[in-house]
């Protein structure tokens, strides 16, 4: 079936422009509000948000739609979105929500759905509010005496500070490191760094200054160059670079290098594997992750299991398969030991728990492996299935003969944008740049011609 609303993270779009409307959230409220009625308890749903000026609008909508379909609304106000899966569970909520387009700019926004088990929606219950979205739900919304009360939960951000500490051992403080943070000016910006700081650490913070549209705008994850000299201006240990709703994490060494997730991935697979932890025998990594990640771990007995990109897909076989380490290379890690959804602090933590069981530089400790060359562009296209065109499929087999067993190559349509990308990897740089400009060149000529 296909999807109006949703997409591989929740619904997302330009904020007040279909799909992300006070109209459409406030009916998104109604038909999950409707979607989770399960038994004749109270039910109550948990909504936090990023600092996206948007947040305010449609946040009010989803009360809306909620309490008419006679959910209590509990409101978290800004907080990270693996908070708001925590609290999810913690408060015994039976549905979650985040607004929240991650890592893109201020102007978009998104709506991030959780289950009372703290994971994102399956796509058979993302189907069916989708239906229940344009059904008439008057005569299944609450009566007059059941509609739902709203209010503000105070303390959440304690709370979660809590959580994300008592993921180290009781014993391990962050005393004698000099820590910069990169809040991008998002919704980690109170709790990271005062989790930091109640660990010990001396915390310089940057980008903790939200306004409303400066969120992700030159700084966090997908920017971290501020960071970078930020580092090396204050002379830190490590910096920690977090996206706008704080489920990804990028970090910097001491000499202001970016350390990107694959490295991340592998130091604590490694350290979790020595330390008799890692479960399923390896971690869960898209096609996307480095052919030097797939190599590092197959040199300590490891596997790398691969899936489509996004979150969803590396937890869902995570689940199956009985992994606990899993994510993504733009750093998107999900350590199930911990919670139900990818945890940019978190994360953060467990990376400078090794370097401080080490006792060594950021540098020596998160280099892990040499990446293998890799180039991914992306081609625009104009309608019609390029990839089913006979000249192309010819393209895309020969230039996987052509990198042989040395490399890999990705093709796959984008499911936001009207895109082609075209990623290859390999020992070879000069070939790998050559494979992937060939087969921009075919799509390129197959689109002018059409």
């Known amino acids: 079936m296909t999807r109006k609303y949703f997409g591989t993270d929740g619904i997302r779009g330009r904020a007040n422009r279909f799909p992300m409307t006070p109209e459409i959230a406030m009916k998104v409220g109604m038909a999950a509000g409707v979607a989770f009625q399960r038994g004749d308890h109270k039910h109550r749903v948990v909504i936090g948000k990023d600092t996206r000026l948007s947040g305010y609008m449609l946040e009010n909508a989803l009360v809306a739609g909620f309490t008419a379909a006679g959910m209590d ?25 985040m607004l929240s387009a991650s ?26 509010i989708e239906q229940l979205i344009d059904e008439d739900l008057t005569a299944r919304l609450a009566s007059s005496i059941e509609i739902g009360r709203a209010k503000r939960v105070d303390g959440v951000h304690d709370r979660y500070v809590e959580f994300a500490k ?39 913070a940057i980008n903790d200054e939200p306004n409303g549209s400066n969120i992700n705008k030159e700084c966090g994850s997908t920017h971290p160059i501020s960071l970078c000299k930020k580092v090396h201006e204050t002379r830190a240990d490590i910096g920690i670079a977090l996206d706008g709703d ?21 130091l604590i697979a490694e350290n979790w594997a020595n330390e008799g932890r890692l479960a399923g025998g390896g971690i869960v990594a898209t096609v996307m992750s480095n052919l030097g990640l797939e190599r590092f771990l197959q040199g300590r007995g490891l596997e790398l299991a691969r ?18 380490v899993g994510g993504e290379q733009s750093g998107h890690l999900v350590l199930s030991d911990y919670s139900t959804t990818g945890d940019g602090l978190v994360s953060a933590l467990q990376v400078m728990a090794c370097i401080k069981a080490e006792d060594r530089p950021a540098s020596e400790v998160c280099a892990k492996f040499d990446p293998v060359p890799q180039l991914l562009k992306n081609v ?37 944008e009207p895109l082609i990308r075209i990623m290859a990897e390999g020992d070879d ?22």
């Open 429 to 450: 740089r000069g070939l790998v740049e050559r494979v992937v400009n060939d087969i921009v060149g075919v799509i390129s000529d197959t689109r002018s011609a059409a």
């Open 166 to 204: 008592r993921t180290l051992p009781r014993d391990m403080t962050l005393s004698g490191m000099r820590i910069v943070v990169d809040c991008a000016n998002g919704a980690a910006y109170k709790v990271a760094p005062l989790a930091l700081w109640e660990l010990g650490a001396d915390v310089v």
């Open 307 to 324: 899936t489509k990109v996004g979150d969803r897909y590396v937890v869902e076989h995570m689940r199956s398969h009985g992994f606990n």
């Open 246 to 266: 704080a489920d990804r994490v990028l970090m910097v060494d001491e000499n202001g290098s970016v350390i990107d997730g694959d490295q991340l991935l592998a």
């Open 103 to 128: 890592h893109n700019p201020f102007d978009d926004n998104g709506i991030k759905l959780f289950g009372p088990d703290g994971y994102k929606l399956s796509d058979e219950i993302e189907l069916r």
């Open 73 to 97: 609304v509990f409101l978290l106000g800004p907080i990270p979105t693996p908070a708001v899966a925590m609290l999810c569970r913690s408060m015994r909520a039976d549905i979650g929500v």
């Open 380 to 416: 625009r296209v104009q309608g019609g299935k390029p990839l089913e065109n006979t000249v192309v499929a010819g393209a895309i087999d020969e230039a996987r003969h052509r990198l042989g067993a040395n490399g890999r190559l990705v093709i796959r349509p984008s499911r936001t």
